[in-house]
């Protein structure tokens, strides 16, 4: 069993950064796969970043080059640092964790997830 809790998020203008990180409990989080999705009103939950337990990573179009995601195993916590935010970045950020290999884009690949953090950007 894996609990995940995300923390970061918050209020931020247009341009502006966060970083958002996902702290997990267990001593094996380094074999774990790992992902950020994000979900805004109405709207289905999205792929953004994904970290292979070996340090591959993928990121979705909508992000790319503004979006980082990293692990530290000795801390067993993941991060996404979010640069140059525009408004349709505010959704409710969820991190996600599978047992598998690579990474994944598809939220039914991964078997945990945390409560969510909430970024929203102002115009």
């Known amino acids: 069993q894996v609990q995940l809790v995300e923390s970061g998020g918050g209020l931020v203008q247009a341009g502006g950064s966060l970083r958002l990180s996902c702290a997990a409990s267990?001593?094996?989080?380094?074999?774990?796969?790992m992902g950020w999705f994000r979900q805004a009103p109405g709207k289905e939950r999205e792929f953004v970043a994904a970290?292979?337990?070996?340090?591959?990573?993928r990121y979705a179009d909508s992000v790319k080059g503004r979006f980082t995601i990293s692990r530290d195993n000795a801390k067993s916590t993941v991060y996404l640092q979010v640069n140059s935010l525009i408004p349709e970045d505010t959704a409710i950020y969820y991190c996600?964790?599978?047992?598998?290999?690579?990474?994944?884009?598809?939220?039914?690949?991964?078997?945990?997830w945390g409560q969510g953090t909430q970024v929203t950007v102002s115009s």
């Open positions: 996600a964790a599978g047992r598998f290999w690579g990474v994944a884009t598809t939220p039914g690949s991964y078997d945990y």
């Open positions: 267990g001593r094996t989080f380094s074999i774990y796969a």
């Open positions: 970290i292979s337990s070996g340090g591959s990573t």
